[in-house]
């Protein structure tokens, strides 16, 4: 069956409700367009899931004050938190009780959805119902909004889910797939490698051959490096961001036990995943420790290089390497 936005503003013959979760935190610059354009999605039925994680920059408020003047067809549930929690809570809250679509769609606070991207998902998901994760592209703008670049769905397996990268931004998931496992570690910040891999695990992915969001990178971004020098965006790369793969690749390790004992993964599979996920979280910690510790001062640094030798001389060695790379760019252009 094929929906169009004419007919399914009535709600006619759509057999699947979809939960649009709008996750938020101290973006007051951005959240009106990002909450108005998850407030114009032509699709029905749906619901709009709207979790901020404590903000303390008047978020809140704005979101508040939209939500009260809203008069349109979709069933609100606004979470404001009082305390920050961090994202893995909101998204937890948002899965296991929050949502009760059939799928759910993800959105930043700070990036905007057109308004028939979640009509196209459902139309892809009504064309395939193994589907358990859609994405779609994206077009990368700065903090003004202004046009940067074009990014498409990438090609995902479950076999390539420890080391490609994923458009979490534009990820739609099925619910009960994603649900049927524990809920994710609190320290866990990439989650959209995490439920990825679960979708992956259980069922099939579709790309969406077209860009559906407009995925807004700023300085405050916590996964972007935007605005930081050289040094500062090889410190947050090789020390944080690798750290932070790490915990979820941990995740995945859990994730990928829960299923074998459950024989949603025969045991062959679980092997190799659980040997490459460990194996990946070995080659970030070797480089990680050092730009962690680089930045915790000189007393961490010293200590961990006297512990950790040839880590440490590997990790000159890469620095050293980047940062004439970086001078030849900057020489060529």
Same mark, same amino acid.
């Given at each position: 069956?094929?929906? &169009? ?6 709600? #006619? /013959?759509?057999?699947?409700? +979809? ?6 935190? &101290? ?5 009106? !367009? ?10 029905? %039925? ?5 979790? @901020? @994680?404590?903000?303390? /920059? ?14 349109? %067809? ?13 994202? #893995? ?12 679509? !059939? ?8 990036? +905007?959805?057109?308004? @028939? ?16 994760? +859609?994405?779609?592209?994206? +077009?990368?703008?700065? #903090? ?7 990014? @498409? ?28 496992? %524990? ?31 407009? =995925? ?15 040094? !500062? ?9 690798? &750290?932070?793969? $790490? ?24 092997? =190799? ?46 620095? $050293? ?13």
């Amino acid at each position: 069956m094929n929906i &169009n936005s004419e007919n399914n503003m009535a709600g #006619a /013959d759509v057999p699947i409700k +979809i939960s649009f979760c709008l996750f938020t935190y &101290n973006q007051s610059e951005y959240v009106f !367009e990002a909450l108005q354009s998850a407030l114009a999605q032509n699709y029905s %039925p749906m619901e709009i899931v709207v979790i @901020d @994680d404590g903000s303390l /920059d008047g978020t809140a408020a704005i979101i508040e004050k939209e939500i009260t003047n809203y008069s349109g %067809p979709h069933q609100i549930k606004v979470l404001l938190k009082k305390k920050n929690k961090g994202l #893995a809570d909101s998204i937890n809250t948002a899965i296991y009780d929050l949502a009760d679509g !059939e799928w759910v769609v993800f959105a930043a606070g700070d990036d +905007i959805s057109f308004k @028939d991207r979640t009509l196209k998902i459902a139309n892809m998901v009504m064309s395939n119902p193994t589907l358990t994760l +859609i994405q779609s592209g994206v +077009i990368r703008v700065n #903090a003004s909004g202004e046009f940067l670049n074009n990014i @498409d769905a990438p090609v995902l397996s479950l076999e390539t889910t420890f080391k490609e990268s994923v458009l979490g931004a534009a990820a739609a998931y099925h619910k009960p797939t994603i649900a049927s496992f %524990p809920q994710i570690g609190m320290r866990v910040i990439r989650e959209d490698a995490v439920l990825t891999a679960r979708a992956l695990i259980v069922g099939n992915y579709a790309r969406l051959d077209e860009c559906l969001v407009e =995925w807004r990178r700023h300085e405050n971004n916590m996964s972007g490096t935007t605005g930081q020098s050289f040094f !500062e965006s090889l410190l947050f790369v090789n020390g944080k961001f690798l &750290n932070d793969h $790490s915990i979820a690749l941990a995740q995945q390790m859990s994730d990928t036990i829960h299923a074998m004992m459950r024989c949603i993964i025969d045991d062959k599979k679980s092997a =190799w995943l659980l040997l490459s996920y460990s194996k990946m979280i070995f080659k970030n910690q070797k480089r990680s420790g050092f730009f962690l510790a680089l930045q915790d001062g000189k007393t961490s640094i010293g200590k961990y290089m006297r512990r950790h030798p040839f880590h440490s001389i590997y990790a000159l060695v890469f620095i $050293s390497y980047q940062y004439a790379r970086h001078k030849a760019y900057n020489f060529r252009n």
